[in-house]
């Protein structure tokens, strides 16, 4: 595993990059079978990672004639190659935030979570085409009722989205299926305490996420077809039992590799590790 000074760690579909954050807010590019360590900036951060390429999509914040401007960059690992995808002024972040992206199936094009404002407003999913630049909406959440109030991922298949959302009408939480393909919505987990992150192996048989039920970010496993739920890391006799994890990914169908902070009254490290489910 690796283990280093540093939070809000991802990993490339392959696992050979691995983007991070080190205190002081540099955004890091880390080559974890050459160990090389490229610097990309300071207060950036990955958005997400292609499917079938090293291709990263990350933020970065410049100031050009005393303007402040966001971008989104476009960047080939392998090649260290750029491009600005999009720019924005800090007046347009304030009114059109993005609060998460995810290449499609094919990168072909990019799933947006944007909301109306930084702050509040309705949070709906649009779809950008990467050469055109066409924006299109693609699910209003508000006339679903549900308010999606984090990130999303996408199943391998491109076909089913899961997230973590409030239901107003229930004052509820959990985390939310919903079908490209048939446009149904259903609810997954429903807890008194924060379930988010979700994530739905590559089988579609099972959701990770992460929960606060014990008061840290642990990381649980809901099985579709049993509908039972399963403590992956924390709790009695577990391996990890103040994992703290920020970040899971599904290796294959019985194992993940997550980010765990490991805190110490000196220091926060981040441990990227494989956990087997049994």
């Given at each position: 595993d690796?283990?280093?000074?540093?939070?809000?760690?991802?990993?490339?579909?392959?696992?050979?990059?691995?983007?991070?954050?080190?205190?002081?807010?540099?955004?890091?590019?880390?080559?974890?079978?050459?160990?090389?360590?490229?610097?990309?900036?300071?207060?950036?951060?990955?958005?997400?990672?292609?499917?079938?390429?090293?291709?990263?999509l990350?933020?970065?914040?410049?100031?050009?004639?005393?303007?402040?401007?966001?971008q989104?960059?476009?960047r080939?690992?392998?090649?260290?190659?750029?491009?600005?995808?999009?720019?924005?002024?800090?007046?347009?972040?304030?009114?059109?935030?993005?609060?998460?992206?995810?290449?499609?199936?094919?990168?072909?094009?990019?799933?947006?979570?944007?909301?109306?404002?930084?702050?509040?407003?309705?949070?709906?999913?649009?779809?950008?085409?990467?050469?055109?630049?066409?924006?299109?909406?693609?699910?209003?959440?508000?006339?679903?009722?549900?308010?999606?109030?984090?990130?999303?991922?996408?199943?391998?298949?491109?076909?089913?989205?899961?997230?973590?959302?409030?239901?107003?009408?229930?004052?509820?939480?959990?985390?939310y299926?919903?079908?490209?393909?048939?446009?149904?919505?259903?609810?997954?987990?429903?807890?008194?305490?924060?379930?988010?992150?979700?994530?739905?192996?590559?089988?579609?048989?099972?959701?990770?996420?992460?929960?606060?039920?014990?008061?840290?970010?642990?990381?649980?496993?809901?099985?579709?077809?049993?509908?039972?739920?399963?403590?992956?890391?924390?709790?009695?006799?577990?391996?990890?039992?103040?994992?703290?994890?920020?970040?899971?990914?599904?290796?294959?169908n019985?194992?993940?590799?997550?980010?765990?902070?490991?805190?110490?009254?000196?220091?926060?490290?981040?441990?990227?590790?494989?956990?087997?489910?049994?």
């Open positions: 690796l283990d280093f000074n540093a939070f809000l760690a991802k990993t490339s579909t392959d696992f050979s990059y691995m983007t991070y954050m080190e205190y002081g807010n540099y955004f890091i590019l880390f080559n974890t079978i050459t160990k090389e360590r490229v610097e990309l900036g300071q207060f950036s951060d990955a958005l997400c990672w292609a499917n079938s390429s090293n291709m990263l990350h933020d970065n914040y410049v100031t050009n004639n005393n303007q402040d401007f966001f989104w960059v476009l080939n690992a392998e090649t260290g190659d750029t491009e600005v995808f999009i720019e924005y002024t800090l007046d347009f972040f304030e009114e059109v935030y993005v609060r998460s992206a995810a290449f499609s199936k094919d990168d072909q094009s990019l799933l947006l979570l944007i909301s109306d404002n930084f702050s509040a407003g309705p949070t709906n999913l649009w779809e950008m085409n990467i050469e055109t630049k066409n924006l299109i909406k693609v699910i209003d959440f508000e006339s679903k009722g549900v308010q999606i109030t984090q990130t999303f991922s996408l199943a391998p298949d491109g076909n089913m989205m899961h997230f973590q959302g409030w239901n107003e009408s229930e004052k509820s939480n959990g985390i299926q919903y079908s490209f393909n048939t446009n149904t919505l259903n609810k997954i987990t429903d807890s008194f305490d924060l379930d988010f992150e979700p994530v739905i192996s590559p089988d579609n048989q099972k959701i990770a996420f992460l929960s606060r039920r014990t008061q840290t970010n642990e990381i649980w496993v809901y099985d579709i077809q049993s509908e039972k739920y399963l403590q992956v890391t924390g709790g009695f006799n577990q391996q990890y039992d103040k994992g703290n994890s920020t970040y899971i990914r599904w290796l294959n019985s194992e993940l590799v997550t980010a765990m902070v490991e805190r110490t009254e000196a220091e926060s490290r981040d441990r990227l590790v494989k956990l087997q489910l049994n």
